[in-house]
């Protein structure tokens, strides 16, 4: 009899916007996931969803996910290889119908330095990150994009038992990001994320921030 680990990811937007949920099942190598987006009851009858993607994976090979209102599908391949002795990760992500196609790769420096780059081919535009881990506690992600010519970054550490605190700023946006996220006392492998989304283009008048909650659990089957 084949075991199968099944994993759930649920959250909520406070502000309104609907739940969101992920189921995941493994089978043996591959991986089977169903997710949905901005979900809701009406007249407390009814279940509404604004979104439902179905997936396939076989981790580090390949995803195929398929968008059921949209009928749309698309693909992801992923290969790594060594190159004068540093990781190389690569990924190749093709949307069918939008016929747009993007470019992940990633050089892995050593244990606590990583330089990523992403290139969508239709707009040509390009990202490029770097990730510095100091100590094993603290990770610093500048990230520069050249099609809005401006400059993102995130700062996250690790505190008490786990638990980690991620702030990210974006300046073409002017949003301002803070996260909390903690293991759970019952489920191992479970985790809790709350966030919370400033919008500093109008000042540092108070705004009400988009609040959102998740979290995952793991059963075993």
Known sequence: MMDVAVSYRGGFNINGSGLTGTLAANPGELKLQASITDANISNGLYFDFGGLLLSIEKPGSFIVDYDVPKKDVRFQFMN???????????????????????LDGSLVLDTANKLSANYALDTRNCKLKYSHVHRGLTTLE??????????????????????????????????????????????????????????????????????????????EA
Request: aromatic share 16%.
């Open 80 to 102: 790594s290889f060594k190159f004068m002795e540093k990781q190389i990760n690569f990924t190749y992500t093709h949307t069918r119908q939008e016929n747009r196609t993007i």
């Open 142 to 219: 500048p990230t520069y994009d050249f099609a809005k010519n401006s400059w993102d970054l995130a700062v996250s550490r690790r505190v008490l038992d786990g638990d980690v605190i991620r702030a990210s700023y974006e300046t073409s946006s002017q949003i301002l990001g803070l996260e909390w996220s903690w293991q759970s006392m019952m489920d191992k492998g479970g985790r809790y994320k709350v966030s919370a989304a400033f919008d500093l283009s109008q000042g540092f008048q108070f705004h009400m921030p988009k609040l959102s909650a998740e979290s995952s659990w793991n059963f």
